[in-house]
């Protein structure tokens, strides 16, 4: 073999290689982006923002809000890690935004689950309002699906069960929110 027709095939062979491994990185993050969580804090706050702005007239900073563990849409009455933690980054950024949060899990007026959450009744939406002089409640649903979870968050003005304003929004999961969600 000719020393020309080697050193094309050694070229050949490492641009080859150099393809097959460009190739084989961008099928591995392609794939691994659909793994990946996304960022719950963010989201959350993100979420809060776009309540805040879409009630006309606005909110009251010094009358209590309330905030609710989100729920699971096939069961009303379960919640999970993710759950819970969605409605602690919501009601932490209702407090950086200078709102009055009342603590639910210091309260006894509202349904409490041993390692579910705090929850809403609609029956007892009545004596919540009136026992916390609260304006509203943002509380929300959500549905695990294979790679995403979506979210429904809502804010109810509580003293006529109006919902004020909606936000839906859907999240990667990878296996942090997997095993947040109980799937592990």
Known sequence: ????????????????????????????????????????????YDATDMLIAQIKPPLIPDQPILV??????????????FGRTISE?????????????????LRKSVFMKKDAGEFVLSRDLD????????????????SAAKSVVYISARMVRLSDNTVMASYGYKLSVGKDTRQMLGAD
Request: glycine share 6%; with cysteine; net charge positive.
């Open 1 to 44: 073999m000719s020393e020309k027709k080697s050193n094309l095939l050694f070229v050949t062979g490492k641009v080859l290689k150099a393809m097959f491994i460009t190739g084989f990185c961008a099928m591995i993050f392609a794939g691994m982006s659909g793994c990946r969580d996304s960022n719950l804090i963010s989201s959350s």
């Open 68 to 81: 609710a563990s989100f729920v699971n849409i096939d069961n009303l009455e379960e919640s999970s890690t």
């Open 89 to 105: 980054y919501i009601a932490s950024r209702l407090t950086q935004n200078g709102y009055k949060v009342v603590e639910m899990k």
């Open 127 to 142: 004596e919540i309002r009136t026992r916390h002089n609260a304006q509203s409640i943002v509380l929300g649903t959500y």
